[in-house]
């Protein structure tokens, strides 16, 4: 008789426990943890340092920021003052995903009670990063109008286990022949309750809707403590 063993359930399970951890943890430290899902190219950074931009001290905003290589982008959030730190994953097995265990270390790098959010923003990539938790409280994946309307329809499980849909580079719209409404459409195709917003970090509708969505959750999990 043969006995299957479901290897990536262990790992997953494992995952999990790592990431409610840091979940509570965070949560204890009144800091509101917001992860940051796309593919490549989509605008994660760009928005983070509109986030910073806008936010009255930016300095109470801190970001794990991974990639599989380079410290780019950590590098650009620290010029916007953001407390950052990078973990590359060539370092973990060149993983296409963030893991909770590694950014449960991260967070000792931080002063966590001098902080409102910390983001994190994984891996560009809209497969391997959705089965991980991360601990984060809340999720958002960002759909860029840059790549086509369809996204949603072909990547659902970004869509199912997200909280917040972001449409971004929306002053683009005109220049890729690309509605934002059409990729919301596609949104609700695969979730019609979904959580819609539509931003551009350099030009209209601008980052407002999204800050608002921030100071909501913040306020969410202040009513929480």
């Known amino acids: 008789m043969s006995v299957r063993i479901d290897l990536a359930q262990g790992i997953l399970d494992d995952n999990d426990l790592i990431a409610m951890a840091t979940s509570e943890r965070l949560h204890s430290a009144h800091v509101l943890c917001v992860g940051l899902l796309s593919s490549p190219g989509a605008g994660k950074t760009t928005l983070l340092e509109a986030t910073a931009r806008a936010w009255s001290d930016p300095t109470r905003l801190g970001v794990i920021v991974g990639d599989v290589a380079t410290e780019v982008d950590s590098a650009r959030l620290r010029a916007c003052r953001m407390p950052a730190v990078q973990i590359n994953t060539a370092s973990h097995g060149a993983s296409c995903h963030l893991s909770a265990g590694p950014v449960a270390e991260a967070l000792d790098a931080f ?40 996204k949603p329809v072909k990547y659902p499980k970004a869509i199912l286990d997200t909280d917040l849909a972001v449409i971004t580079k929306a002053d683009l719209c005109p220049h890729v022949d690309v509605p ?7 949104v609700r195709r695969v979730r019609p309750d979904a959580r819609v917003l539509t931003v551009s970090a350099r030009g209209e509708p601008g980052v407002g809707a999204w800050l608002g969505w921030l100071d909501e959750m913040l306020a969410a999990m202040c009513c929480t403590k």
Not at 126 to 135: E, K, Q, T, Y
Not at 180 to 186: G, L, S, T
């Open 111 to 150: 002063d966590l009670p001098r902080l409102d959010v910390l983001f994190i923003e994984n891996v560009g990539n809209l497969v391997c990063p959705v089965a991980f938790r991360l601990g984060e409280h809340y999720r958002s994946v960002l759909l860029s109008v840059t790549e086509g309307p369809d």
């Open 180 to 186: 934002a409404a059409e990729v919301e459409q596609n």
